[in-house]
């Protein structure tokens, strides 16, 4: 009898190291999505989503070479693919950079074309592709040539010069 209340102990508390377990296994899931989504960055000062580079009011420095204007895009890119193994995430934070603010007004004023053309060009993406380095190379110039596209023909003006990525994950 002793042995049965043993038991029925033991199967009592079996429960709550169970629901401890999965909740702290669901508490550290919700916490990594939220890094990686940036949600713990803090924000960036002045206008949300661009920076000014130090001394880019004029646009230029001593050695007559032009500052660039930088500009942070506020949501980062997530889509999925399809690969051999089954599907994929990609997630890829970026920034841009310009010569004037006028470019950097351009893009913000043409971002849901700019986001919608960038969303299909990294879907179109295979696994293979972005493991290397030069395939990642590769999108990096197929994205601001994308952009570019997208400014010239809404603005007359390719504006961003460059784009570089802030943060890259495969899953």
Excluded: C, W
């Amino acid at each position: 009898m002793a042995e049965e209340k043993e038991q029925e102990g033991k199967k009592k508390k079996s429960p709550l190291v169970l629901i401890l377990v999965v909740v702290l296994l669901l508490a550290g899931s919700v916490g990594g999505t939220l890094y990686f989504m940036g949600f713990f960055n803090p924000p960036a000062e002045g206008d949300a989503g661009h920076e000014e580079a130090a001394g880019a009011q004029d646009g230029h420095h001593d050695g007559g070479h032009v500052e660039l204007i930088y500009y942070t895009f506020e949501q980062p890119f997530t889509v999925n693919f399809q690969t051999e193994s089954g599907l994929r995430f990609l997630q890829v934070n970026m920034d841009a950079a310009a010569q004037s603010q006028a470019d950097i007004d351009g893009l913000i004023k043409h971002m849901p074309v700019v986001r919608n053309k960038l969303i299909f060009l990294l879907g179109n993406q295979t696994y293979e592709q972005l493991i290397t380095r030069q395939g990642k190379e590769k999108l990096r110039q197929e994205i601001l040539k994308a952009i570019q596209d997208v400014l010239e023909e809404r603005t007359g003006s390719p504006g961003v010069e460059e784009v570089f990525f802030t943060s890259f994950v495969i899953q």
